[in-house]
């Protein structure tokens, strides 16, 4: 199993914070400290709640790069990192326009779990958690809730496998548990390298800001997933066909998606893996 370093991430500001905390307010003095070895007992799943307006929202993208760099290390993908648009801060994708060089990236289902967590301040994270109110992270906090998901065992493993069609993504996945369970699955697809507006520390805007790893499809119920009856040793399996999209409002390069599946029970997810669709020719 792949040995990970651990990191402590230290920001001398955040002191009285919690208390004070309103939208987009985090200033930070953030570094990155070596600490001792972690092995992964399973993949961690950080999401990142976010908006194009948002002032401090790309101080959070640079402790996601961060932390991606540091844990999917010789070709494994120990961290998986999802940008959600949602909220006040950011711009639904039915206000795009692709003639004005206007492009929205906040989908319906974003802003439903952006509501199920109750977030009314971003960026804000959570790491290993869906649906639950009480598990939200300022950014300063990743690093240590990142480090310690590792180190919680799971009986569930996730494989997926996702093939790139004329106009779908076929999604074909395996679950093994080691006990008897009822979980729920979904399936997410991102996007990465996508070019629109974002508001920098500074308070100007990006208009050829780089969005990497943003939610754009979610495949099944936000809150209940797709349920599915676990059998100890028995692989349990889903098939699902996501459309493609090429529209005015929504245009998915389908040479940078990616497909994210996890499984969940309440609010803990339990595991993730991500798949590739592989590269293939943009639509005319």
Same mark, same amino acid.
């Given at each position: ?47 990142? =709640?976010t ?18 760099k540091?844990?999917n290390?010789d ?35 974003g ?18 958690h ?8 300022l ?7 990142v ?30 548990s ?18 629109a507006s ?6 100007? =805007? ?42 005015d ?16 029970r ?14 293939a020719?943009?639509?005319?």
């Amino acid at each position: 199993m792949t040995v990970i370093k651990k990191f402590i991430y230290a920001a001398a500001v955040m002191t009285g914070l919690a208390a004070s905390l309103t939208s987009c307010d985090i200033a930070s003095d953030d570094r990155f400290i070596l600490e001792d070895e972690v092995v992964p007992q399973r993949n961690v799943l950080l999401m990142d =709640f976010t908006g194009q307006g948002c002032i401090n929202c790309p101080n959070a993208h640079d402790v996601m790069s961060e932390l991606s760099k540091q844990y999917n290390t010789d070709g494994n993908t120990n961290l998986i990192t999802v940008s959600i648009h949602a909220g006040a801060q950011a711009m639904s994708v039915d206000r795009t326009d692709f003639s004005a060089n206007r492009i929205g990236l906040m989908i319906a289902e974003g802003q439903e779990m952006n509501d199920a967590f109750s977030i009314n301040a971003w960026p804000t994270g959570a790491v290993d958690h869906i649906n639950g109110k009480d598990n939200t992270l300022l950014y300063a906090e990743w690093p240590a809730a990142v480090r310690s998901a590792f180190e919680k065992p799971t009986d569930i493993s996730i494989e997926a496998t996702a093939t790139l069609n004329d106009d779908r993504i076929a999604v074909s996945t395996n679950v093994h548990s080691t006990s008897d369970q009822d979980i729920a699955l979904q399936v997410w697809v991102i996007e990465n390298g996508i070019t629109a507006s974002q508001r920098l520390p500074d308070g100007s =805007f990006d208009q050829k800001y780089t969005h990497n790893h943003v939610l754009r499809f979610v495949q099944y119920p936000v809150k209940s997933g797709q349920p599915m009856q676990l059998k100890a040793g028995v692989i349990g399996t889903d098939e699902c066909s996501i459309p493609l999209k090429w529209t005015d409002k929504e245009r998915w390069n389908r040479d940078n998606l990616q497909i994210v599946v996890f499984a969940f029970r309440g609010s803990d997810i339990l595991n993730c893996t991500i798949a590739n669709p592989g590269p293939a020719t943009q639509p005319e």
